[in-house]
């Protein structure tokens, strides 16, 4: 079955180090999304793609970034992490690019991180 | 910027009881509306998605309906049970682009 994995599950790293976030699935979906979920604010979008080599800013981009070189995988990037970041991490991917108001996402069982 | 707000934020009841969860959005330009579940240290899982178009879905004992105009949608669960104990999430695809809007999110508890 088609499913949406991401890896690790639970991270917990030091204030200034480079961390990187694992998705991967095997919808061969065009959209990917990376979300954050914290208490008192919902799920908040950091990046999404929209195919290879497109990469695009979400409502709380700042200290993140992605790249996109394949389909199945866009891994997210805290470039120097700060506690600020400690968070619940979801991916997610949709299938539908055009007219099509039945489309859905379909999420990752999320990366819980801490920041030390 | 589209604001989605979800009330109650907590709700406790009784096995077997009719329940309604409200989200409530900003901005009428809206694509479509999904209702998600999401377990305690678990991802989401899509219950019901309503397009723009629609007024409302049924799945089993779930019902969602959709007031574009006022900017409302309501999840009703009938004859709830333990089961249903979770988080349930409203979320809303603007007419541009693909990524979701979140509310916070409903706590509901169903005890026996």
């Known amino acids: 079955d088609a499913e949406i994995t991401q890896s690790p599950r639970h991270k917990i790293t030091e204030t200034g180090r480079q961390v990187t976030l694992a998705c991967h699935q095997t919808?061969?979906?065009?959209?990917m999304f990376w979300y954050r979920q914290d208490l008192g604010h919902g799920l908040r979008l950091i990046h999404y793609s929209y195919g290879v080599q497109d990469t695009n800013k979400g409502e709380v981009s700042d200290g993140y970034s992605v790249s996109r070189s394949n389909t199945e995988d866009l891994p997210l990037t805290l470039e120097s992490a700060a506690s600020s970041q400690t968070s619940v991490y979801f991916c997610a991917s949709s299938e539908v690019q055009g007219w099509d108001p039945t489309d859905t996402q379909y999420f990752g069982p999320g990366t819980r991180l801490t920041v030390l | 910027k589209q604001e989605v707000t979800q009330i109650p934020a907590a709700l406790s009841v009784p096995e077997g009881e009719n329940l309604v969860l409200n989200c409530s959005f900003t901005d009428s330009a809206i694509y479509n509306l999904q209702w998600f579940r999401q377990d305690p240290g678990k991802g989401l899982t899509s219950l019901l998605l309503?397009?723009?178009?629609?007024r409302e879905q049924t799945s089993g004992r779930l019902n969602a309906s959709l007031d574009k105009s006022s900017g409302r949608s309501t999840l009703y669960i009938a004859a709830s049970q333990p089961g249903d104990s979770a988080t349930y999430l409203c979320a809303v695809r603007p007419d541009s682009g693909y990524a979701l809007n979140f509310g916070k999110g409903t706590s509901l508890l169903v005890t026996p």
């Open positions: 919808w061969n979906h065009n959209n």
């Open positions: 309503i397009q723009s178009s629609q």
